[in-house]
Every structure is written in structure tokens, then in C-alpha cells.
């Protein structure tokens, strides 16, 4: 079956990657964010393990070494326990949360190659019309969202009930244990449940990050006539390019065709070729070519030198080899000194004669 002209078979042109990247659309899997950030944050965690256990050990001692002591709460101890809890708190993640905002930030800036864009974050009223947001809800992509939501959650839900179908035992036991003994324990069951989550997790966003990735290519694929349109645009319209550079020949044309009259000679084959040559002694070592053409061009010359008394001289040979070897503005090269000197000289004496 033959391709339509709506068909987008063409992978996208760098020029398209380059625009769709100043719109601040670049390929990203929020999965691979999601699961380095929760692997830097468990071993970040294993890091600060014993400062977090000893801030909340500290904590639960004095709060519960409070509880013979505190007959009644007033309001200026539920002011102190609060701000004591929330240092503790402070003390026990904030370092944990910066390090894991700080990698989230990181691994953005990785997958975006360093992009900062603001224009996503602009208001699109195309983003509040019912009918479209019906339609993405019911698009392909949504519903791998929830597919991946609901094996995210299917995953978590399986291993944590698994961890804890083992250990109930354990955590049954614990109930003799006392709170700086039960702070380790709970912290080592913490670290196996949370390798084994993770664990899960990095399949889910390999799966993501193939997905995301053939996702993204297929939005940035062109129809033919995208690329033809985009080719255009950057190497311009082959007519107007066409035009102007035909206006471009034509005003070089010009130019050289006023620089006819100032030749010494011009040298012609006799009426297809047309060679002008301009010698001064104190501007060049040689003659030099200031006007040069075949056919209409080359009698267009001849007759310009002929109305301002310009001599031409008719030699087929060396008309065709200046005309084929020297550009214009160029001097002549060596091996015509002596055929153009001849002619010069000739010319010199012609107009001494008639002096």
C-alpha cells in the first residue's frame, strides 16, 4: 500500500529536535528519576543510618522518660514538645531530603542535557478544553500510565506483604524488645525491604525508559512533506534562490560590463569569445582581466570597446585560453606574458603612430 502524504515514516531532522528542544519537549523517563533517587537515598540513608537512629532513640527516651513526670499538659509543654519533635525530625531527614533533592535535580539535568525551560510551565488554555482532555484520557499513553501505576503498586504491594508474611514472627517479638534494641532491628528490616523494592523497581524503569524512548521518537517523526517544508525553509525556495542569484549574475555583469571601457585591449575569437585586458604598471605586475564572455556577451563587449575607441584584436587561441584559465579581477598567468605583450606593444606603437 502506497504511503500517504500524512504518513510520518521520516525520523525528525535535527533542526526539529533543536526546535521541539526550545519548547522545552526532550525525552525524560520520570521512572529512571524515581529509581536512582530512591538508590541514592538508601545508601545515603545507610550513611546517616546511626545519626537518625540516635536522634530518634534520644527523642522517643525523652518523651517517654516524660510520661511519669507530666500530670498535666499545658499549653506551653504541647508548644515545647512540638518544637522538640520537629527538631528531631529536622535532624533525622533533612539531610536525607536535601541529598534526594539534590540527585533529583541532578539526574533532571542529565536526561535534559542541562535544559532550563519555562515555557511548560506557561498557561495553555488548549490544556482546560474538555473534549481534548476526554480524549487523553482514553489515549494510548494514558493507559500505559496506568498500567505502569498499577504494576508499581501490584510490585509494592507483593513485596511488602511477602517481607512481612516472613517476618511476622519476628515483629511479633519485638513487643519484648526495648526501644533501643527495636530501633536497629527496624532499621535493618527497613534496608532488606527497601533493596528488594528497589530492586523491583529498576525493571520498571528499564521498561519505562524503552517505552519513553520509542514514545518520544514516534512524536518527533515528520511526513516527507514536513521535511521537504523544513529543507525549504533553511536552504531557502530554489526559485527565489534561483532568482537571486540570476539578480546576482546580472548585477556582476553590470559592474564588469562598466569596466569595459577602461581595458587597453580587447581579445576575441572573433565573435564568440570575448576577452577585455587592462594593464597598469602601477597597480600590477601584469594585464589583468576585467570583463570576459562568450556569444551575446562577447559581442556585447566588442561593440562597448569599439564605441569608446577600445582596440581589439582577433586571436582565436589565446581568447579561448584566457577566457577558459583567468578569472576576472585575476592577472594573467606566466605562461601568456609573451602572446599579450606582443599585442600590448602592437597597441602602444599603433597609438604612438597616430600621436
Not at 545519626?51 to 509543654?77: A, Y
Not at 533525622?92 to 515555557?119: D, S, Y
Request: hydrophobic share 50%; charged share 25%.
Amino acid at each position: 500500500m502506497a504511503e500517504s502524504a500524512g504518513d510520518k515514516t521520516e525520523k525528525a531532522t535535527p533542526h526539529k529536535r533543536e526546535n521541539e528542544r526550545k519548547e522545552g519537549n526532550v525525552f525524560q523517563s520520570k521512572e529512571i528519576l524515581i529509581c536512582v533517587t530512591m538508590i541514592v537515598s538508601f545508601f545515603c540513608f545507610k550513611l546517616l543510618y546511626n545519626l537518625i537512629e540516635d536522634t530518634i532513640v534520644n527523642t522517643m527516651k525523652d518523651f517517654f522518660g516524660l510520661i511519669p513526670t507530666q500530670v498535666v499538659i499545658t499549653s506551653d509543654d504541647a508548644k515545647s514538645f512540638l518544637i522538640r519533635g520537629l527538631k528531631a525530625v529536622a535532624i533525622a531527614a533533612m539531610p536525607l531530603l536535601l541529598i534526594t533533592g539534590v540527585v533529583a535535580i541532578i539526574v533532571t539535568f542529565v536526561q535534559t542535557r542541562g535544559l532550563v525551560n519555562t515555557k511548560q510551565l506557561r498557561p495553555k488554555f488548549s490544556r482546560m478544553d474538555p473534549i481534548r482532555g476526554f480524549k487523553n484520557l482514553f489515549s494510548l499513553r494514558s493507559i500505559i500510565e496506568l498500567l505502569k501505576a498499577s504494576l508499581k503498586i501490584l510490585i509494592l504491594f507483593f513485596v511488602i506483604f511477602s517481607f512481612v508474611k516472613d517476618n511476622l514472627s519476628l515483629f511479633s517479638n519485638m513487643m519484648n524488645i526495648s526501644v533501643e534494641g527495636a530501633v536497629p532491628i527496624i532499621g535493618d528490616y527497613c534496608f532488606s525491604l527497601i533493596k528488594k523494592v528497589t530492586i523491583a523497581f529498576i525493571a520498571v524503569a528499564a521498561l519505562d525508559f524503552m517505552y519513553q524512548r520509542w514514545d518520544y521518537e514516534k512524536k518527533l517523526m515528520m511526513t516527507k512533506q514536513e521535511v521537504k517544508d523544513e529543507y525549504k525553509s533553511i536552504e531557502g525556495n530554489p526559485q527565489i534562490k534561483g532568482r537571486i542569484k540570476q539578480i546576482q549574475q546580472e548585477m556582476s555583469r553590470q559592474r564588469m560590463m562598466q569596466a569595459v571601457p577602461t581595458a587597453d585591449v580587447v581579445i576575441r575569437n572573433p565573435t564568440h569569445v570575448a576577452v577585455a585586458l587592462k594593464y597598469d604598471r602601477d597597480k600590477s605586475m601584469a594585464p589583468v582581466v576585467v570583463a570576459k564572455g562568450v556569444d551575446e556577451i562577447a559581442l556585447k563587449i566588442v561593440k562597448i570597446a569599439e564605441e569608446n575607441g577600445i582596440m581589439t584584436v582577433e586571436n582565436v587561441a589565446l581568447a579561448r585560453a584566457l577566457y577558459a584559465q583567468v578569472e576576472l579581477d585575476d592577472m594573467i598567468p606566466v605562461e601568456f606574458y609573451q602572446a599579450v605583450a606582443e599585442i600590448i606593444a602592437a597597441l602602444y606603437k599603433q597609438r604612438n603612430e597616430l600621436m
